[in-house]
C-alpha cells in the first residue's frame, strides 16, 4: 500500500494522517559512510549506477518498477568493475582510471537502459498478447454461440455478445 | 359384402358381379338399375343404384346376406361400384326380376304384361297372396320388412305364373310407396322417416294390392296423398279405399282384415297361406265414436279422435293455441262424447307448465306431440309439423332432412317422452333407454360430434360425406383409407388437413373405441399441433386396426401437414432428420411409422433436455462475453503488473548469472 493510500485509509478511520515518513538521511549518512571508508568503489558504484539512481529519482510510481529493474539491470553490470577496484585496493585514483574507460561506462549504462527498456516494453506486449487471446476466446465463444443458435433455433444474438464483438478488447 | 380395400374396378359390385351401364332398367324401387352379369357366369343379375343422399337398407341387407328366398328378389350382394361414364355409388344386387311388373313396367328383350285386366279371386289368391305372404313369412322369420309391396314391384313370368316380389333395399323403407298403399300412420309420414315397421305394414300394403289387382285399376287415383291419409283416418282403411267398390265373393272380408287399423288385428302372414283361413277370415268390428259437430282445426275439419291428432300434427300452431284455450278436450268432452280422453288431453295440457321452464316453444312442442299420441295411439311422433317413427331418425339423418327438429328431438329425449304417453303400444322402455343413447351419442362434442356422428351411426351403410373424398363412396374404414389414398392424388387436396367434421364423424361411427378421446379433442379451434398430429394418430391407428395396405399418397398428404409437428422439434438437425425419415416411411405409406417418428416420448424428453442445455450454455457464453467485453482494463493492469515483474526479474537473473560467474572465476 501506497503512503498515499495509507493516508486516504487513516483518514477514512477518521484518525488525524500520519506524515509521511522519510528515509533520506539515513541514505545520505550511508552514502556518507561508504565515501569516507571505501572512497573509489564508492565514486565509481556511484557513477555506474547513475541511470538507476537517477531513475529513482524520476520513477513515482509505487514500488518504483522502472528503477528496479533499471538498477538491477546495471548492478548486474557494475558488479564486475566494482569487485576488481575493491580486490585493487580502492583508491579514488583506480576508480576514476576505470571511469575513464568507456567501455566500463557504456556497459553499465548500456545495461541499465536495457533493463528500463524491458521495464517498459513487457507490459505492452503482455497487454497485446492478453488481448489477442481474449478476442480469440472471444471468437470461439461466437462462433460456439452462432452453432448453438442455429442448431436450436434460439433467440437472436444478445447485446452482450454484440458489444464484445465491437469491441473484444 | 359392404365397402372394400382396394381401388373400385370398373364395374364390379362386390367384386362378384359387372354391372352394364349400357344397359339400364328404368324405375326399380325408384331408382337407376342396370343389367348385371356375375364374373363368373352368364347368368343376368339387377344391380339398383341406392339414390345420392340416401342409405340402403343395412339391417335387411345383412339379415338377408346369402339367403335367397323363393318369391323375393332378395339382395345378393352389395358394395360400392363404379361404373363407366358414371358417378360411383352404392349398389345392390338382386336376381333379375322374372317378367313384367303388373303395371307393366318393361324390361329389355321382353315382352310387356297387359297391366289393366282385372284378376280373379282364384287368381288374387294363388299367385299373389300365397306366394307374396311366403315371402313375407319368410322375412319376418329374419326379423325384416318388405315396405314396397305395391304392383310395380310385383313381377310375373306369365299371366298363370305366381308373383315375386321386387327389390326394396336401396332406399329406407317404404319411401317410395304411395300413399294407398300405406296405412295412415306411415301415409303421413315424411317419406324417409316411416321405419321399418312391421310386417303387419306389409300385409296392410299386399291387401290394397290385391285390391287394385281384383278392380283393374288403383282407386283414388286423382286423389293427393294428404287427402288419402284424411280419408282413411275418416272412414277406415278400407271403408275408404273399397267401400264404394265390389270385390269378388270372399275377398272383401280378407282384405278388410288386412287393412284393419290396428296393425295388431290384421293377420299374420302364416295365416294368410291357408286359404281356408284366408276366405273365412273377418276383420274385428272397429267401431269408431264420431262427433256430430266438427272440430274445425286450420283447413282440417276432424270428427274422429284420430282425424283431430292428425289435423293437430299437420297445423302444428294451429293446434297448440286450440289445445293451450282448452277447445280441444272441450269439444272431446262436450261433443264427441269421450270424457276419459278428454281429461287425458287435459291432463297433458296442464303438464305444459312444467314443461315450460325449458322453453315456451319446446314445452308447446312437446304438449302438441303428447296430445296427439294421446289422441291417436297408432299416429306417428308428430315434432314440430314433422311426423315420423323413431326407426326412421336414421335415413332422415341421412337425406339432411329436417336437421334442426331432430336435434331438438334428440337433445330432449322426445323418444321417451313419445314413448310413455302411447298407453302401451310401444316398449316404453326400450325407447327411453333408445333416446338417451341417442343423447348420449349426438352430445359428445368434438370435431365430428354431434348429428353428424349419430348420421353415421344410424346408417351403417352411408358413405362418408367429405368433400376431401370427393365422389368416391367409403361406407368402411378401409375403404374410407383408400378413398382418401385416392384423393391425396389431387396435389390442391393436400394444402387442407386430411380431416374434416364429416371424416371425423364417420371414424367415430365406425371405428372401434379408443379414438374417441383424440377425435373428441380435436374441434376448430384446436391447436395446429392438435389439428396435425390427431389425423396421423387417428389415421395410423385404422391403419393397423383394419390391416390396410400401405398408403403412400395419404402417407405424403400427412407428412406435409406435419409440418407444424416437426416445428415443435427444438433441434434442427432432428428436426431434418425426422423430416426425412417422414419422407421415406410416407413413400412407404407406413402411417404408424410415420407417428412412431413424430411422437417418440423419450426422444422429445431428449429434445427438451438439449434444449435446456443449449439455453444454459448460450447464456454462460453471453456471460463471459460480457466479461471480455468488460475486461480491457483488468488486462492492462494485469498486463502492466506482471510486465514490471518480469523486468525485474530479468534483471535479477542477470545480476545472479554474473554473481555466479564471478564466483567461478
Partial sequence: MSRQSAAVASDSLGKPAAPPRSYAWLQGLLCGVAATLVPGPALLTAFLLAPGLLSLLLDQKPGKPMARAVLLAGLAASVHPIGSIWAGGGGIGAALDMLGNPAVLGVAWLTGAGGWLVSELAPLFLRVGMDGAAAARAARLRAERTRLVEAWDLEPRAEADQAGEANPS | ?665
Fill in chain 2, 1 to 665: 359384402m359392404p365397402g372394400s380395400d382396394a381401388p373400385l374396378p370398373e364395374g364390379l359390385i362386390a367384386g362378384l358381379y359387372k354391372a352394364d351401364p349400357a344397359r339400364p332398367v328404368s324405375g326399380f324401387d325408384g331408382a337407376s338399375a342396370f343389367v348385371a352379369r356375375g364374373v363368373d357366369a352368364a347368368e343376368e343379375f339387377l344391380a339398383i343404384e341406392s339414390p345420392a343422399g340416401m342409405a340402403p337398407r343395412a339391417l335387411a341387407l345383412k339379415a338377408l346376406a346369402n339367403q335367397p328366398i323363393p318369391g323375393l328378389m332378395a339382395p345378393l350382394a352389395h358394395g360400392p361400384a363404379k361404373l363407366p361414364g358414371r358417378r360411383p355409388a352404392y349398389y345392390v344386387v338382386t336376381p333379375s326380376p322374372p317378367g313384367q311388373s303388373l303395371l307393366g313396367r318393361s324390361l329389355p328383350g321382353r315382352s310387356l304384361v297387359p297391366p289393366s285386366r282385372a284378376w280373379s279371386e282364384a287368381a288374387l289368391l294363388a299367385l299373389v297372396l300365397r306366394p307374396v305372404a311366403a315371402a313375407l313369412e319368410r322375412l319376418a322369420a329374419r326379423g325384416v320388412t318388405h315396405r314396397a309391396i305395391r304392383p310395380d314391384n310385383l313381377f310375373q313370368a306369365a299371366p298363370d305364373e305366381p308373383v315375386v316380389l321386387g327389390p326394396a333395399w336401396s332406399t329406407p323403407p317404404a319411401s317410395r310407396q304411395p300413399a294407398l298403399y300405406e296405412p295412415p300412420y306411415v301415409a303421413q309420414c315424411r317419406a324417409s322417416g316411416r321405419g321399418e315397421g312391421g310386417i303387419a305394414e306389409d300385409i296392410y300394403a299386399l291387401g290394397v294390392v290385391l285390391i287394385v289387382l281384383a278392380l283393374g285399376r288403383e282407386p283414388l287415383a286423382d286423389e293427393e296423398p294428404e287427402a288419402i291419409v284424411r280419408r282413411k283416418l275418416a272412414l277406415g282403411s278400407f271403408a275408404a279405399i273399397a267401400a264404394e267398390e265390389r270385390l269378388p265373393g270372399e275377398l272383401s272380408g280378407l282384405v278388410r282384415a288386412m287393412l284393419a287399423e290396428d296393425p295388431g288385428q290384421r293377420p299374420l302372414p302364416a295365416e294368410l297361406l291357408d286359404p281356408v283361413f284366408a276366405r273365412g277370415r273377418r276383420a274385428p268390428h272397429q267401431f269408431a265414436r264420431r262427433a256430430p259437430e266438427p272440430l274445425v282445426v286450420g283447413a282440417h275439419e276432424a270428427f274422429l279422435p284420430r282425424s283431430l291428432a292428425h289435423a293437430l300434427a299437420e297445423t302444428p300452431q294451429v293446434g297448440i293455441r286450440l289445445l293451450r284455450l282448452g277447445v280441444v278436450d272441450r269439444w272431446l268432452r262436450r261433443s264427441l262424447g269421450d270424457p276419459a280422453l278428454a281429461q287425458a288431453v287435459e291432463q297433458v295440457t296442464q303438464r305444459r307448465a312444467r314443461d315450460a321452464t325449458e322453453g315456451e316453444e319446446r314445452a308447446d312442442a312437446l304438449l302438441l306431440m303428447r296430445a296427439v299420441a294421446v289422441l291417436d295411439p297408432l299416429a306417428p311422433l308428430a315434432w314440430r309439423g314433422i311426423s315420423f317413427w323413431p326407426d326412421g331418425l336414421g335415413p332422415m339423418l341421412a337425406e339432411g332432412d329436417a336437421a334442426s327438429p331432430i336435434a331438438e328431438i334428440i337433445e330432449t329425449e322426445v323418444l321417451a317422452a313419445w314413448a310413455a304417453c302411447r298407453a302401451g303400444r310401444e316398449p316404453s322402455a326400450a325407447l327411453s333407454m333408445e333416446a338417451r343413447r341417442l343423447r348420449a351419442l349426438a352430445q359428445r362434442g368434438g370435431l365430428g360430434g354431434g348429428l353428424k356422428r349419430l348420421g353415421y351411426f344410424l346408417n351403417p351403410l352411408m358413405s362418408c360425406r367429405s368433400p376431401l373424398i370427393g365422389e368416391q363412396i367409403a361406407v368402411t374404414i378401409p375403404a374410407l383409407l383408400t378413398a382418401l389414398d385416392g384423393s391425396a392424388a389431387e396435389p390442391d387436396r393436400r394444402r387442407d388437413p386430411p380431416m374434416d367434421a364429416e371424416i371425423a364423424a364417420f371414424i367415430l361411427a365406425r371405428a372401434p373405441g379408443g379414438l374417441e378421446a383424440d377425435l373428441t379433442r380435436l374441434a376448430p379451434s384446436s391447436e395446429v399441433l392438435e389439428k396435425a398430429l390427431v389425423p396421423l394418430r387417428v389415421f395410423a391407428a385404422l391403419q393397423v386396426s383394419t390391416r390396410a395396405g400401405p398408403l403412400p399418397r395419404l402417407g405424403r398428404w400427412l407428412a406435409t401437414q406435419a409440418e407444424p409437428l416437426l416445428g415443435s422439434w427444438k433441434e434442427r438437425s432432428r428436426r431434418k432428420t425426422m423430416q426425412e425419415q417422414l419422407s421415406a416411411l410416407a413413400e412407404r405409406g407406413d402411417l404408424a411409422a410415420m407417428l412412431k417418428v413424430v411422437e417418440d416420448p423419450s426422444a422429445r424428453a431428449r429434445d427438451a433436455e438439449g434444449l435446456k442445455e443449449a439455453e444454459r450454455t448460450l447464456r454462460g457464453i453471453d456471460d463471459e462475453l460480457a466479461r471480455i467485453a468488460s475486461g480491457a482494463p483488468l488486462r492492462a493492469e494485469k498486463a502492466r503488473q506482471l510486465g514490471q515483474e518480469i523486468a525485474a526479474g530479468a534483471g535479477l537473473a542477470a545480476l545472479s548469472l554474473t554473481l555466479v560467474m564471478m564466483a567461478f572465476g
